[in-house]
Nanobody, 125 residues
């Protein structure tokens, strides 16, 4: 069982930056591939970024490529999402997720085993 707790959300102006953090419980954090998803009001939860358990593989949604960076620090049981050049359309609740028993980057949300409670990101124009 893994518990995930996100933080770092908030209100920021367009063009600004935020860094989201997701801390995982447990001693085998290194075993999990991690992902970030987001859900805007009235929309389905969508993929944002993912990182393999080794950290050597990453993948991004086209909408955030070049602006967002996912990284992980296994010593701190933490995965990060650095978000730069934020746009109003990035406004959503952001969730981190964990997927065990995999060596690759995972994209489909159905593949993930554990989810955090989410953190709100609001980008004003």
């Amino acid at each position: 069982q893994v518990q995930l707790v996100e933080s770092g959300g908030g209100l920021v102006q367009a063009g600004g930056s935020l860094r989201l953090s997701c801390v995982a419980s447990g001693r085998i954090f290194w075993w999990y591939a991690m992902g970030w998803f987001r859900q805007a009001p009235g929309k389905e939860r969508e993929f944002v970024a993912a990182i393999s358990r080794s950290g050597g593989g990453t993948y991004y949604a086209d909408s955030v490529k070049g602006r967002f960076t996912i990284s992980r620090d296994d010593a701190k049981n933490t995965v990060y999402l650095q978000m730069n050049s934020l746009k109003p359309e990035d406004t959503a609740v952001y969730y981190c997720a964990a997927k065990g028993q995999t060596k690759v980057v995972e994209v489909p949300k159905a593949r993930y085993d554990y989810w955090g409670q989410g953190t709100q990101v609001t980008v004003s124009s």
